[in-house]
């Protein structure tokens, strides 16, 4: 048990470092199974690969201190489960930040805004814009009131900053 405690440990963490870096440089992508429809998913590859990774060291630290081996698998799997779950919800906050379902948006009326995927017109359907808040690039839901669609790439106004969708316009608003 030695061996595959160390092997799972070693193993699932460098994968998850590998993992890391590639999300880090935006090359990431993610796989989740059940229902991940508000975003938040036990099981996916990151938290199985934290999962492995807690489990085979804490294993060996367990064995170290003398526990048998029933009693350090138990209490491995307990912190590795304790463990991948927190490790989840802090994906999940950071991937809630990173979408842009922020508290505080930062814009105003007037702020130039990015266009990256066309908004409809006549606040049918939403697209996407792309602000600047707190040093970051994030991407959040716009729509507009105009009558005619905004085409990605066409350099558009706030004309209501709400923090959940942004309403925007190709005239800059007068305040």
Not at 6 to 25: E, Y
Request: hydrophobic share 45%; charged share 15%.
């Amino acid at each position: 048990m030695h061996t595959i405690a160390l092997i799972l440990g070693v193993g699932c963490g460098a994968l998850f470092i590998l993992k890391m870096v590639a999300m880090l440089i935006g090359a990431e992508g993610e796989f989740e199974a059940g229902d991940a429809s508000d975003g938040f998913s036990i099981l996916s590859v990151n938290t199985v690969l934290g999962f492995g990774m807690s489990f085979g060291f804490t294993w060996l630290a367990f064995h170290y201190q003398g526990m048998s081996d029933i009693t350090a698998n138990i209490g491995a799997f307990v912190v590795a489960s304790f463990l991948s779950v927190i490790f989840a919800y802090l994906l999940f906050s950071l991937r809630r930040a990173e979408s842009g379902e922020i508290k505080d948006n930062g814009l105003s009326i007037g702020d130039p805004v990015d266009i990256t995927i066309r908004v409809p017109g006549n606040n049918i359907e939403s697209g996407q814009i792309r602000i600047k808040s707190r040093g970051a690039y994030r991407h959040v839901t716009a729509y507009t009131k105009d009558s005619e669609d905004i085409l990605a790439g066409t350099a558009a106004y706030v004309t209501d900053p709400n923090d959940a969708h942004v309403l925007v316009s190709v005239k800059k608003p007068t305040i």
